[in-house]
């Protein structure tokens, strides 16, 4: 592989990551009242966080 090969592979993660999170984000919520929201955004943060190797 070349070198511009081997820089897009962490960006190529990066993006694979985000979209996973997004679409987390939009299956908890569909079908989420109005008022739970915040409490399921929480949730999912939690989440990616405990994934990624962080804890509060």
Known sequence: MDVTAWALVPVAGMLVTAATAVSIVMVALRGTASRDRAT?????????????????
């Not at 929480?42 to 804890?55: D, L, N, Q, S, W």
């Open 40 to 56: 399921v955004l929480k949730a999912v943060a939690e989440v990616i966080r405990a994934v990624r190797g962080r804890r509060p």
